[in-house]
């Protein structure tokens, strides 16, 4: 398959991307926006995930039922997500709708309502969003560990917000953010498919975000680099059948180099059925359905976790267990054909993802925001490829110390069901 990437960078600061794929009839456009919880001042927690809904309810030109009708007429594939770092309004579509798509993303977040009676209604949407997140011990638990590893800093903070703040945004505090954090200067749209970069320039330039000339505004609340904690909490809760932990460690920012490995220390832990933690503690012993590690990685900072959910009289087996293979590596690192093992599987994933507009389209806009530039397929299968069992060994000695891993337990659970001592984790 043919690939044709193209950048552009608008005066005002706006940078367009496309990925052109040959062969195909989709079409995926994409606009991202800089701008995520982090960069909220606190009296605000929650206004950037807010204007993420409220976009939906109406526009300039589109009430919320024409947002709706378009959104299904065009296919119904238009997801919106916040998290920390930024915000983003996704749509795949056929070729031949293209144009379409893109009039209804830029109307809807370059020309939003904010009616207050739609504010109004939102408000207690989201409300319920939090309710339910309550009821998912999965949030209620990473809500838990981000409050307690980034203490005191807006990453810590829960990307909803929370009732008191979200019941002070009117239609002048959101206009007024909105106005100021979803501008041209923050925003990053990205296309993959069947897509002709000139056409799409054309279609930007027409638009309030082409047009508007203000290119040094304010972007977005400058960020400080967070103090990371090493909590230790066991939190009750009497409803639940399982007990679900947490098990955490600092590791690299997006940015760094040693990303690769990062990644690939995570998977030999716990990114797949062949990974050390799924053969030990699901395979062997059989004490949870699913277990698994991941990296989350920010622009300055980051954390490996592994999460695992398991009946309460088997929790201490399960946090042992970690425990044991995140000192395994540190102590004796890890095998040549383990590490290739998990090298093919990531080039697989990112091979695999090739072929879907979607996922091309996320990758042009992820690498412009984090990295400032596109990163080719070659150059990241290189590094990937040059990572050393050396270089996973010294990652782990650098981030896996005692010291420094957290645990999150929540469950149905005895305070004293096991210590850091017992653990053999020590304090910070």
């Known amino acids: 398959m043919k690939e044709e990437t193209r950048e552009t960078r608008l005066d005002n600061g706006l940078v367009v991307l496309t990925d052109r794929m040959e062969g195909v009839r989709s079409a995926t456009l994409g606009f991202f926006f800089r701008v995520g919880a982090r960069h909220e001042p606190a009296e605000l927690n929650g206004i950037t995930h807010f204007i993420e809904h409220c976009v939906f309810k109406g526009s300039i030109k589109r009430n919320a039922r024409k947002i709706a009708a378009e959104q299904d007429r065009l296919g119904g594939n238009l997801d919106a997500f916040t998290t920390h770092e930024e915000t983003g309004f996704i749509i795949k579509v056929v070729d031949d709708r293209f ?15 904010f009616d207050e009676a739609d504010l109004a209604s939102e408000r207690r949407v989201i409300v319920e969003e939090m309710k339910m997140n309550e009821d998912s011990p999965e949030e209620v638990i990473s809500d838990i560990f981000h409050r307690e590893f980034f203490p005191g800093d807006p990453l810590g903070l829960t990307i909803t917000g929370t009732p008191e703040t979200v019941a002070a945004f009117n239609n002048r505090l959101t206009a007024d953010f909105h106005h100021h954090a979803f501008s041209p200067a923050n925003l990053v749209i990205a296309a993959a498919g069947n897509v002709d970069h000139e056409h799409l320039l054309e279609l930007v330039r027409s638009s309030s975000f082409g047009q508007s000339h203000i290119k040094n505004g304010q972007q977005k609340r400058e960020c400080r680099t967070p103090v990371i904690a090493a909590p230790f909490v066991i939190e009750q809760r009497p409803d639940l059948e399982q007990a679900h932990l947490f098990i955490a460690t600092p590791t690299v920012n997006a940015r760094d180099p040693r990303r690769y490995a990062a990644d690939l220390l995570a998977n030999i832990l716990g990114g797949g059925t062949s990974s050390r933690l799924w053969q030990r503690v699901r395979e062997e012993r ?6 698994g590690a991941s990296t989350a990685m920010f622009h300055d900072t980051g954390f490996m976790a592994v999460s695992a959910a398991t009946s309460p009289e088997q929790l201490r087996e399960v946090a042992e267990i970690i425990i044991d293979e995140l000192g395994s590596i540190v102590r004796d690192g890890v095998a040549d054909e383990e590490l290739g093992l998990m090298k093919d599987q990531t080039r697989a994933s990112i091979l695999l993802g090739l072929e879907d507009s979607a996922g091309r389209a996320a990758t042009l806009a992820q690498c412009e925001m984090i990295h400032g530039r596109q990163i080719p397929l070659n150059e990241t299968l290189a590094n990937l490829e040059a990572v050393t069992a050396g270089e996973i060994q010294q990652q782990a000695r650098e981030f896996l110390r005692p010291e420094q891993i957290a645990l999150i337990a929540l469950g149905d659970l ?7 001592e017992d653990l053999g984790i020590g304090s910070k």
């Open 286 to 291: 059989g004490l949870a359905y699913s277990v």
């Open 414 to 420: 005895d305070d004293a069901v096991f210590t850091r």
């Open 99 to 113: 144009d379409s798509a893109f009039d209804l993303l830029a109307d809807m977040t370059g020309r939003p309502r």
